[in-house]
């Protein structure tokens, strides 16, 4: 299977609201992300639980737990890429305000990729 492009979506401002939230976890949780994210590239919609689920409204998550904590990353597709729009930690189940912000950042993704693609 070839490998999957994965992008970091860009807020309006040019920042990357999944990597400021990265920068705050702690270093092996932080590592633990980076290897799901690896892995999306690897397997892309191939990837399944326990590494990755459906929520809804074609947004997907990484699923990270270190200790206690469960980490999320969410994501969707576009054109054959995995975008990554920004990452949340919850109890129980994924707060709707964080799929919600997902399927906003799908949106303005899919009206300009250009704008919303986080370069360094």
Same mark, same amino acid.
């Given at each position: 299977?070839?490998?999957?492009?994965?992008?970091? =979506?860009?807020?309006? &401002?040019?920042?990357?609201? !999944?990597?400021?939230?990265?920068?705050?976890?702690?270093?092996?949780?932080?590592?633990? @992300?980076?290897? +799901? /994210?690896?892995?999306?590239?690897?397997? %892309?919609?191939? !990837?399944?639980?326990?590494?990755?689920?459906? !929520?809804?409204?074609? /947004?997907?998550?990484?699923?990270? +737990? #270190? %200790?206690?904590?469960?980490?999320? /990353? !969410?994501? =969707? =597709? #576009?054109?054959?890429?995995?975008?990554?729009?920004? %990452? @949340?930690?919850?109890? &129980?189940?994924?707060?709707?305000?964080? /799929?919600? +912000?997902?399927?906003?950042?799908?949106?303005? =993704?899919?009206?300009?990729?250009?704008?919303?693609?986080?370069?360094?």
């Amino acid at each position: 299977m070839p490998q999957t492009e994965v992008v970091i =979506f860009a807020a309006e &401002d040019g920042s990357s609201p !999944l990597l400021a939230w990265m920068d705050a976890l702690q270093v092996k949780a932080r590592d633990k @992300c980076t290897v +799901r /994210i690896e892995r999306l590239a690897e397997r %892309g919609h191939e !990837l399944r639980r326990p590494e990755a689920d459906y !929520l809804r409204d074609d /947004i997907y998550e990484l699923r990270v +737990r #270190h %200790g206690n904590v469960h980490h999320r /990353i !969410l994501y =969707f =597709f #576009h054109e054959g890429r995995a975008i990554l729009s920004h %990452g @949340c930690t919850k109890e &129980d189940v994924v707060p709707p305000a964080e /799929i919600d +912000r997902a399927v906003g950042n799908r949106t303005r =993704f899919i009206q300009n990729p250009k704008r919303h693609t986080y370069e360094e």
